[in-house]
C-alpha cells in the first residue's frame, strides 16, 4: 500500500484561494448599494462619473426588436491591471469571481410596490406576455406619461446601482410575477470604480539534508587481563525544514458601474379616464379657492377623452356636489359608474359645464 502525504504547503494554498474568493466576494457585495432614484421623475443623485447628454433624439417608447440581453448589457464589462507576479490562472479566475458576486436578483431586492388594493380592483387579467419598452433616463417623464395616456396603470418601479453586469434573468422573472404586460427599462453606465484585492501568498521552506558516516574503534580488556578488540561503521541521514514565509500581492481592478431602472405597468379599466391632483398653491391663489383638481393626464378613448377633458382644466364640482379632494371624486366617481353626469370645470379662468356619459364599472375578478 502506498502511504499519501499532504504537504502543509500545499493545504495552505488551497485554504488562501479559498480565503481570497471569499474576500473578492465580499467587496463586491458590499459595492452592490442601491440608490433610492425617483424613477418616475427621471431624477437621480449626481454619482461618480456625470454622463454626457445624448446627442440624438428618439422616441422613448417605441418597441424594439434589439434582444433585450444586448440592450441591458449596454457597455457592462471588466477590466483588470494584472502584475506579472500573479499566477495565471488564478487572474483568469477573478472575473468569474466578480460575475458571481454579480449573481442575485435585483429587480426582486428592490422593488417597490405603489399599486394600492382600490385601484388592483380595476386592472386588466393579464395577457401572458411582456412587452420591454427600453428608454434613457432622461425620457422616462415622457414614456411614462404615454404608458398612461394608453390606458396602463403603474404596479410598481426599481432603482438600483450595481456592477455592469446581465440582469435579464431577474427581469424577466419580475415582470411574470407581477404579471406585467409592460416594462419601461433603462440602463446606463455609471461610472468605473478602482479597487484591488489583495492575495495572501505563501512560499514553503527550504528543505536541507545532512549526511553523516564513520568508524568506531572500541578495545575491553577484562580483570584477567585478557583485551579484545572492535570496530564498527556507521552512517545517517537527517533533513532540517526552515520556516516559509508569507507576502501579500495587491492586484488592482476597475468594475465598471451601470445605473438601472424600471417601471412596471398593466392594462386597466376605467370609469373617468384622466388622472388628476390636488390644486398648487399657485393656482389655489389664482383662482381665489382651495377645493378643487387639476387634470395631469387624459386617457385616450376613455370618457374623460370623449367629453374633451383637456389637461390642465380645474374639476370644481359633479353634479353640484363640490369637489374636495382626489379620494372623494375617486368615490364620487365609483357611485356614478355608467351614469351620466354634468361636471363643471375652470378653463383657462371661464367656468364651463361639460355633460358626459361615465364608463360602467368594470372590477377585474382575477385581481392581484
Not at 399599486?115 to 433616463?137: K, N, Q
Not at 404596479?155 to 415582470?175: H, I, M, P, Q, R
Request: aromatic share 8%; proline share 6%.
Amino acid at each position: 500500500m502506498t502511504e499519501v502525504q499532504l504537504k502543509p504547503w500545499l493545504i495552505f494554498n488551497v485554504l488562501s484561494k479559498v480565503n481570497l474568493i471569499s474576500q473578492v466576494l465580499t467587496l463586491l457585495v458590499k459595492r452592490k448599494e442601491p440608490i433610492h432614484g425617483v424613477v418616475l421623475c427621471g431624477l437621480w443623485p449626481i454619482a461618480r462619473k456625470k454622463m454626457p447628454p445624448q446627442t440624438t433624439k428618439r422616441d422613448p417608447i417605441q418597441f424594439t426588436r434589439k434582444p433585450l440581453k444586448k440592450r441591458l448589457a449596454g457597455k457592462a464589462g471588466l477590466a483588470c491591471n494584472i502584475g506579472m507576479h500573479t499566477r495565471p490562472r488564478l487572474v483568469a479566475a477573478i472575473p468569474m469571481l466578480l460575475a458571481l458576486a454579480a449573481c442575485v436578483a435585483p429587480y426582486d431586492k428592490f422593488y417597490t410596490k405603489v399599486i394600492t388594493p382600490e385601484f388592483e380592483a380595476y386592472l386588466l387579467p393579464w395577457s401572458g406576455r411582456t412587452d420591454y419598452v427600453s428608454t434613457s433616463t432622461e425620457g422616462i417623464p415622457d414614456a411614462t406619461r404615454r404608458l398612461g395616456e394608453k390606458g396602463y396603470q403603474l404596479l410598481g418601479y426599481v432603482a438600483f446601482e450595481a456592477n455592469a453586469g446581465d440582469y435579464t434573468s431577474s427581469l424577466k422573472a419580475k415582470a411574470a410575477e407581477v404579471q406585467a404586460d409592460v416594462v419601461l427599462v433603462s440602463s446606463e453606465f455609471a461610472g468605473t470604480l478602482n479597487t484591488v484585492v489583495p492575495i495572501l501568498n505563501y512560499t514553503p521552506g527550504q528543505n536541507s539534508t545532512t549526511f553523516t558516516s564513520g568508524t568506531v574503534n572500541a578495545t575491553a580488556r577484562n580483570n584477567y587481563g585478557a583485551t579484545a578488540y572492535g570496530t564498527a561503521n556507521y552512517s545517517g541521514t537527517s533533513t532540517t525544514t526552515s520556516p516559509g514565509t508569507f507576502n501579500t500581492n495587491y492586484i488592482p481592478v476597475q468594475v465598471q458601474r451601470s445605473k438601472n431602472e424600471a417601471s412596471f405597468w398593466r392594462k386597466r379599466t376605467f370609469v373617468f379616464g384622466a388622472a388628476y391632483v390636488p390644486l398648487t398653491p399657485e393656482i389655489r391663489q389664482q383662482l381665489e379657492r382651495n377645493s378643487g383638481l387639476v387634470i395631469i393626464g387624459v386617457v385616450e378613448n376613455s370618457a374623460a377623452f370623449l367629453a374633451n377633458i383637456l389637461i390642465d382644466d380645474i374639476l370644481v364640482s359633479i353634479d353640484d356636489e363640490p369637489i374636495i379632494s382626489v379620494e372623494e371624486f375617486n368615490q364620487q366617481i365609483r357611485r356614478k359608474a355608467g351614469q351620466k353626469i354634468a361636471i363643471e370645470i375652470i378653463r383657462k379662468g371661464k367656468t364651463k359645464t361639460i355633460v358626459m356619459q361615465l364608463s360602467p364599472l368594470r372590477v377585474a375578478t382575477t385581481a392581484r
